[in-house]
C-alpha cells in the first residue's frame, strides 16, 4: 500500500523539478486569443498550398503547439459563439435564436450563470478581458442613472452595470461590438472616444501591458481573454502595415493582426511566463464577405481553405476555425489533433485543469485536456451542434454532418431563397470524403440521417448535450427547421 | 496489492496459453541455438541495429522510393542483404517493446501505443522477468551494450537508470516528453537527453548529432569487445524540422525529405566509423524501421503513390526496409523473399552472440542467423504477424489494450489474412497479385485460397482468446499521471 506520506514527498519533490515561478501545472496562466471573422484558410500553414497572407508569428504558435484541425465556433457569427466560449453553452438556448445582439439591451448572459472567467476567479485566478464583449449590456446616463435608450449613443463617462466585470473579469479594457468599437470602455465606464484604426495597436499596447503586470506578481495565475475586433470590419490597418500583404486591406489587417499574436507571445517569453501559460489561438467564425473574398480568390487566396462557403454558412466555412494550442510542458511541439471539438468545451477543459469537474450548468461543454496528450476525448455528448446566422440548425457526428437547411444556411449562394424549387429539404456529407461539402448523401444514407436528426432534437429537447442534471432551455420553443417550406416535410 | 495480484494472474495464465501455441508454431527452444555458447570474444560480431523513427519504404530509394535518394542507405542494401517480408508492429510501443523482448504484442500486453514519460502510470518494468531484453542477455554473453535516440517506455525522472536496468551500460536517450517538463519535449534542436549522469538541455546542438556522436564515442572506447548497440534514432518522426544541412527547408514535406537525407547521411557516418576503426567486418549492421511513415506525409514507391501507413497494418504500415549487411560475414547483393519480423531479433542477435536462451524465457521469435551468415536460404518462419496501435486505456486496474483482442494481420510470402476483434479473418489478400490489398478474396473458393485461409484460421486459433495487460508493479501516483476517466466525465 502506498501511503500519503510517499505520496506527498513524491509530489513535493516532483513539483520542485518542475517549474520555479508560481502559476502552477494545475493552474497555469491560460491565454485565449480570439480573432474576429479571420477564416481557416487566412492562417498561412493551414492553408499551405491556398493561403497567400504571411502569418508568422501563429504559424510558429503552430510549430510550438498543437494544431486542432476540426474545431468549431459554437456558431457562424460573433455574438452567440462569444456567449458559449464563455459559459460552456449553446447560444441557442437563450432568447437570441438568429443574428447578433447590437449593445443596448441587458446582458446575454444572466447574472446568475459561471462563465470561465467567474470559475477561474474562483480558483483564484486574476481575470481580464481586452477587446470586444458583443454580448449586450446597458449604458446608464452618468448623471441620471437612467438607462439609455437603444437609439441614441453613449457618452463618456457612462457606466454598465451589467458588462463583463459583473461577469467574472476583474478587469475590463475595449468595447461593445464593430459599430461601437470607437466607445472605449474600461472596467464598468466609457472612458474615451477613440478612431476605430487605433483599436488593434491599443488592444496589443494593453494585452503587453497587462502580461507585464502580471509578472510582477506571479504568486496569482491570471487569465487573459483577448477578443481582438481583427480582421472584422471596419478593415482599418495601421499606416505601416498598408500594402504589406500586397492582396489588399483585408490581408494587410489579417497581417497585423498576426503581429499582436507575436506581441502577446513576446511578451509572455519576455516575462519567463511562457513556460507555464495556456495559449489558445482561435477565431470566432469564418472568414466575412466584407474581406472581399472572391477577389482575395483571384489572387490565389482561399480564405476557407479546402471547407465550403464562409462566415454566417452552415456549411464549414462558417464555423470550422483555427485553433491552435501552446502550453510547453503539456502539449507536444509540432503536433495535430483530428478529434472534433467546439469553442463551447473551453469550460470544461479549463474546468479539469483546475481540477474541477465541469460545473453541471456548462450543458454542452466537454473537456478536450486528453487530446492535448494525445489521447481520446471521452465524452457523453453524442455530437456537436452547428448553427448558421438565420438559426439554421447543422450537427456533426463522427465523420457525418446533417444541416437542416436547403443552401447554405448563411450568406453564401445558393441562400435558402435562392435554391431550386427541387432542392432537398437537408443535406448530409461525409466530411472525410467530401470535406468540400459537394455531395449531398441525404437521400441515398436515410438511417445516418435519421440519427443524426434525432440526436441533434434531443440534444435541444434535453436542455444539454452532454449528461448531467436536468437543465431547461431560456425560452419554449426552439425551432427546428428553419426553412418555412421544409417544415413538416421531413 | 491486489492489483499486482490480478496482474501477475492474468500474466501467469498467458504464459501457459503462450507456452502451448509456441510448442505448436515457431518457438526456438534453447537446444536449437548454435553451440558457439560464449566462447571468446573474437568470434562474437558486433550487433549495430539502426531503427528510424516512422519511415516506410517509399522514403528508402533501395526499394523504389522516387521521391529521395538515399545513397548511403542503397550501398549497405547493395553490400548486404535486402529483405522484402519483414514486419515491424504498427506502431512505436508496440515495436519496441516486440523487438526488446522477442514477445508479440498480445503476450506483453503493449498491443497499444503508452507513452509513459507522458502518460505516465504504467512502465516498462524491468523487475518481471518476463520483460527480459535482448541487452541484458547479450551483457550476459559479455557484450558491452549501448543504446541511442528515442526510448519513450520508462520516465527517466523517476528511474533516471532505466536503460542500466534494461541491460546498457551506457545511453544517451531522448528523455521522450515529460508531461509538466517543458524541456524535454525537445528532441532535434537544444534536445534533452538523458544519460548515465541524468537528463539535461544540450542547448544550440543538434539532437541527431548528439546521439550518434556518443555512439561512435562509445564504438571507438570498446572495439576491443563484442558490442551490442541499438540505435532506435529520433529521425525521422514529428515534429518536422529543418536540418543542419538544410536548414531554410520550410514546407512540411521539403523538411521531411531533409530529415530522411540526413538520417541517410548519419546512416553514413556510422559505416565510416566502423570502417576508420577497423571494425567493419565484424559489425554486422541492421537498418530498418518501427513502422511506416506519418500519415500526413506521401510518396512515391515504384510508380504508385503511397500514404504514410503508421498505425495501419496496412504492408506500408508494417512491412519495414529491413537490410543487414557486414562484408565477410553476410552475403553480399542479396534479395531476399525469407519471412521475419521483429520478435526474431532476440533470439538471433543471442545466436550470432553464442549464447543460449536462458532457460524458461519464453519467446515467440525463431533467430534468423543462419539465413543472414548466409548459412541458410531461407528462415524458418513459415508466417509473421503485425499488431499494436492506437492507444491504451487506462482503467481502476491500470493500462490495459483498448480492446480484449487487439486486430491484427499474419502473412506468408505470398498471402495475408486481416484478424478483426471478434478473432475473425475478416479480410484475405493475394500479395502477389494484389500488392495495395484492395481485392478481398475471403470469398474465394478457389483451392489455393482456402487452403492458405486454413492455414491462417489454425494460428489465430492457437491465439489466446484475450490480450494479456503490461505488466508492472504498481507505483506511487506521480501529478502527470493520466486519470482515469470513468462515467461521471463529460
Not at chain 1, 42 to 64: F, R, S
Not at chain 2, 55 to 73: F, H, M, R
Not at chain 2, 380 to 386: D, G, L, S, T, V
Request: glycine share 8%; net charge neutral; hydrophobic share 35%.
Amino acid at each position: 500500500m502506498i501511503t500519503q506520506t510517499i505520496k506527498t514527498v513524491l509530489c513535493a519533490t516532483a513539483s520542485l523539478l518542475a517549474f520555479n515561478t508560481f502559476a502552477t501545472a494545475s493552474h497555469p496562466n491560460i491565454v485565449v486569443i480570439l480573432c474576429d471573422d479571420l477564416g481557416y484558410g487566412d492562417v498561412q500553414c493551414l492553408n499551405p498550398e491556398n493561403g497567400k497572407i504571411k502569418t508568422p508569428h501563429v504559424d510558429k504558435l503552430a510549430e510550438q503547439g498543437m494544431v486542432f484541425t476540426d474545431a468549431h465556433s459554437g456558431s457562424s457569427v460573433c455574438t452567440p459563439t462569444r456567449y458559449g466560449l464563455l459559459t460552456g453553452r449553446y447560444s441557442w438556448r437563450t432568447r437570441l435564436q438568429r443574428g447578433v445582439v447590437q449593445g443596448f439591451a441587458p446582458c446575454l448572459i444572466a447574472p446568475d450563470r459561471l462563465t470561465v472567467a467567474g470559475l477561474l476567479k474562483q480558483q483564484g485566478y486574476a481575470t481580464a478581458i481586452l477587446g470586444k464583449w458583443h454580448l449586450d449590456f446597458q449604458y446608464q446616463d452618468p448623471d441620471t442613472g437612467e438607462i439609455l435608450p437603444k437609439k441614441g449613443s453613449a457618452p463618456v463617462g457612462a457606466t454598465i452595470p451589467d458588462g463583463p466585470v459583473s461577469r467574472g473579469f476583474d478587469f475590463y479594457h475595449g468595447f461593445h461590438h464593430a459599430g461601437h468599437m470607437d466607445r472605449i470602455i474600461e472596467n464598468d465606464k466609457v472612458i474615451e472616444i477613440l478612431e476605430e484604426i487605433h483599436c488593434l495597436p491599443r488592444l496589443t499596447e494593453k494585452s503587453v501591458a497587462y502580461i507585464e503586470k502580471r509578472a510582477k506578481t506571479p504568486e496569482q495565475p491570471f487569465f487573459l481573454y483577448v477578443p481582438l475586433g481583427s480582421p472584422h470590419t471596419p478593415i482599418v490597418p495601421s499606416k505601416e502595415w498598408q500594402g504589406k500583404s500586397e492582396l489588399g486591406p483585408y490581408g494587410d489587417f489579417v497581417m497585423q493582426t498576426d503581429a499582436t499574436v507575436g506581441a502577446i507571445t513576446d511578451a509572455l517569453k519576455k516575462h519567463g511566463l511562457a513556460d507555464n501559460t495556456l495559449l489558445i489561438f482561435t477565431s470566432d467564425n469564418g472568414c466575412s464577405k466584407q474581406a472581399g473574398i472572391s477577389a482575395l480568390r483571384k489572387q490565389g487566396h482561399y480564405v476557407s481553405a479546402q471547407y465550403r462557403g464562409s462566415k454566417a454558412d452552415s456549411w464549414d466555412g462558417g464555423h470550422r476555425v483555427p485553433f491552435i494550442v501552446r502550453w510547453p510542458g503539456k502539449v507536444e511541439a509540432g503536433s495535430s489533433c483530428d478529434q472534433l471539438i467546439t469553442l463551447v468545451d473551453l469550460f470544461a477543459t479549463v474546468s479539469e485543469i483546475t481540477g474541477e469537474n465541469a460545473p453541471d450548468m456548462a450543458e454542452d461543454s466537454v473537456s478536450f485536456l486528453p487530446a492535448l496528450s494525445d489521447l481520446p476525448i471521452v465524452s457523453t455528448r453524442k455530437g456537436v451542434v452547428h448553427h448558421s446566422i438565420s438559426g439554421h440548425f447543422a450537427y456533426r457526428q463522427g465523420k457525418w454532418k446533417l444541416i437542416l437547411a436547403r443552401g447554405s444556411g448563411g450568406w453564401t449562394s445558393p441562400k435558402e431563397n435562392q435554391v431550386k424549387a427541387d432542392a432537398l429539404p437537408a443535406q448530409l456529407y461525409d466530411m472525410e470524403k467530401d470535406p468540400g461539402e459537394q455531395n449531398n448523401l441525404y437521400l441515398s444514407h436515410p438511417e445516418v440521417a435519421q440519427r443524426l436528426l434525432a440526436n441533434l432534437t434531443a440534444d435541444i429537447q434535453n436542455g444539454r448535450s452532454t449528461d448531467g442534471s436536468a437543465s431547461q432551455n431560456d425560452v419554449e420553443n426552439i425551432v427546428l427547421w428553419k426553412s418555412q417550406r421544409t417544415r413538416g416535410r421531413r | 496489492m491486489t492489483i499486482t495480484n490480478a496482474v501477475r494472474g492474468a500474466f501467469a495464465a498467458m504464459m501457459l496459453l503462450g507456452a502451448m501455441i509456441t510448442g505448436g508454431c515457431t518457438s526456438m527452444t534453447a537446444g536449437e541455438s548454435t553451440g558457439m555458447a560464449a566462447e571468446k570474444a573474437d568470434s562474437q560480431p558486433n550487433i549495430l541495429y539502426i531503427m528510424v523513427d516512422d519511415l516506410g519504404k517509399e522514403w528508402v530509394s533501395c526499394y523504389g522510393a522516387e521521391d529521395i535518394q538515399t545513397p548511403n542507405i542503397d550501398a549497405l542494401a547493395a553490400g548486404g542483404m535486402k529483405f522484402h517480408n519483414a514486419y515491424s508492429m504498427p506502431q512505436c510501443t508496440p515495436t519496441r517493446t516486440t523487438l526488446l523482448t522477442g514477445k508479440y504484442p498480445w503476450r506483453t500486453g503493449y498491443v497499444n501505443h503508452w507513452d509513459v514519460p507522458r502518460w505516465g502510470v504504467a512502465y516498462f518494468d524491468w523487475k518481471q522477468k518476463e520483460n527480459t531484453t535482448f541487452a541484458r542477455l547479450m551483457k550476459d554473453m559479455g557484450y558491452a551494450t549501448f543504446a541511442a535516440g528515442k526510448w519513450q517506455i520508462n520516465d527517466f525522472r523517476i528511474e533516471p537508470q532505466a536503460m542500466k536496468k534494461h541491460g546498457f551500460d551506457d545511453w544517451a536517450m531522448w528523455t521522450g516528453y515529460e508531461t509538466d517538463n517543458p524541456p524535454s519535449d525537445k528532441r532535434y534542436q537544444d534536445p534533452y537527453i538523458n544519460t548515465p549522469e541524468g537528463s539535461k538541455t544540450y542547448k544550440g546542438q543538434f539532437g541527431p548529432d548528439i546521439y550518434v556522436g556518443r555512439l561512435i564515442q562509445f564504438m571507438r572506447t570498446h572495439k576491443d569487445k563484442p558490442m551490442c548497440l541499438y540505435f532506435p534514432m529520433a529521425l525521422t518522426h514529428i515534429p518536422l524540422v529543418a536540418t543542419p544541412d538544410e536548414p531554410n527547408a520550410r514546407s512540411p514535406l521539403d523538411r521531411h525529405k531533409a530529415m530522411v537525407r540526413y538520417t541517410d547521411k548519419l546512416v553514413g557516418q556510422l559505416v565510416d566509423a566502423l570502417d576508420e576503426l577497423g571494425i567493419r567486418e565484424r559489425t554486422i549492421v541492421v537498418f530498418t524501421t518501427d513502422n511506416g511513415t506519418a500519415g500526413k506525409i506521401t510518396g512515391t514507391l515504384n510508380g504508385h503513390k503511397v500514404k504514410g501507413a503508421k498505425a495501419q497494418e496496412s504492408e506500408a504500415g508494417v512491412c519495414a526496409p529491413f537490410i543487414v549487411n557486414c562484408p565477410g560475414l553476410v552475403p553480399a547483393g542479396v534479395e531476399t523473399e525469407a519471412l521475419t519480423d521483429f520478435t526474431d531479433m532476440l533470439p538471433t542477435f543471442v545466436e550470432l552472440g553464442g549464447g543460449e536462451l536462458p532457460e524458461g524465457l519464453i519467446i515467440d521469435g525463431t533467430s534468423i542467423a543462419p539465413l543472414i551468415l548466409g548459412k541458410e536460404k531461407d528462415s524458418k518462419r513459415k508466417w509473421i504477424m503485425a499488431l499494436g496501435f492506437g492507444r491504451a486505456r487506462l482503467t481502476e486496474d491500470g493500462v490495459r489494450g483498448a480492446k480484449v483482442f487487439a486486430t491484427r494481420v499474419i502473412r506468408d510470402k505470398r498471402y495475408k489474412v486481416w484478424v478483426s476483434n471478434d478473432r475473425e479473418i475478416v479480410r484475405f489478400h493475394d500479395l502477389r497479385e494484389d500488392p495495395w490489398e484492395a481485392n478481398n478474396l475471403l470469398s474465394s473458393e478457389r483451392a489455393e485460397h482456402t487452403k492458405a485461409v486454413r492455414k491462417f484460421q489454425k494460428v489465430v486459433d492457437a491465439l489466446p482468446e484475450k490480450d494479456a495487460y503490461p505488466l508492472y508493479e504498481p507505483r506511487a501516483a506521480n501529478r502527470w499521471d493520466q486519470k482515469v476517466r470513468g462515467n461521471k466525465k463529460r
